[in-house]
């Protein structure tokens, strides 16, 4: 049997992307904030005070990676939950000062990391490359209830 083109297969690809990404991320933003960490970061200094299920909804993380995403993030001192005054079950969450600090200075160097890593697109090229991979990542969340499932519209 003749091997396949590893080119055409969209999981090599995104795998190498991923690995490229995560190569630049060590060195150009942080070895001790990972990308996933950075993103609750983000969402927190856009949303104060959103509970853990929100925080992973926002940023695409499954319930038992956020939980301990946040578990490291307060381990850090980056972020402090507190009881909801409405409902004493729920805690949430928010930056500490450490974590806005961190939070900014990540940032700066994410942007300078973005710049590395697409510059081989032309801006055009940038613009239609992330029109392109949200619509499949946007389709892809559709995959992980497999009571709905996908299927190609014709």
Same mark, same amino acid.
Do not use: C
């Given at each position: 049997?003749?091997?396949?083109?590893?080119?055409?297969?969209?999981?090599?690809?995104?795998?190498?992307?991923?690995?490229?990404?995560?190569?630049?991320?060590?060195?150009?933003?942080?070895?001790?904030?990972?990308?996933?960490?950075?993103?609750?970061?983000?969402?927190?200094?856009?949303?104060?005070?959103?509970?853990?299920?929100?925080?992973?909804?926002?940023?695409?993380?499954?319930?038992?990676?956020?939980?301990?995403?946040?578990?490291?993030?307060? %381990?850090?001192?980056?972020?402090?939950? @507190? $009881?909801?005054? +409405?409902?004493?079950?729920? #805690? !949430?969450?928010? &930056?500490?000062?450490?974590?806005? %600090?961190?939070?900014?200075?990540?940032? @700066? $160097?994410?942007? +300078?990391?973005?710049?590395? #890593? !697409?510059?081989? &697109?032309?801006?055009?090229?940038?613009?239609?490359?992330?029109?392109?991979?949200? $619509?499949?990542?946007?389709?892809?969340?559709?995959?992980?209830?497999?009571?709905?499932?996908?299927?190609?519209?014709?």
């Amino acid at each position: 049997m003749a091997a396949v083109d590893l080119t055409t297969h969209p999981g090599h690809l995104a795998r190498r992307l991923q690995q490229a990404h995560y190569l630049l991320w060590n060195a150009m933003v942080s070895e001790e904030i990972t990308s996933p960490q950075f993103a609750v970061l983000n969402a927190l200094a856009d949303e104060p005070g959103l509970d853990q299920r929100t925080v992973g909804e926002r940023v695409g993380l499954d319930r038992s990676t956020i939980a301990e995403v946040i578990s490291r993030l307060g %381990r850090r001192g980056l972020v402090d939950k @507190v $009881r909801d005054p +409405r409902d004493g079950r729920r #805690f !949430l969450l928010r &930056l500490t000062d450490d974590g806005e %600090r961190t939070h900014r200075k990540l940032t @700066v $160097r994410t942007a +300078r990391m973005n710049q590395v #890593f !697409l510059a081989p &697109l032309s801006a055009a090229e940038q613009a239609v490359f992330f029109d392109l991979i949200q $619509r499949v990542a946007d389709a892809a969340e559709g995959l992980r209830n497999p009571a709905e499932p996908v299927l190609a519209q014709g």
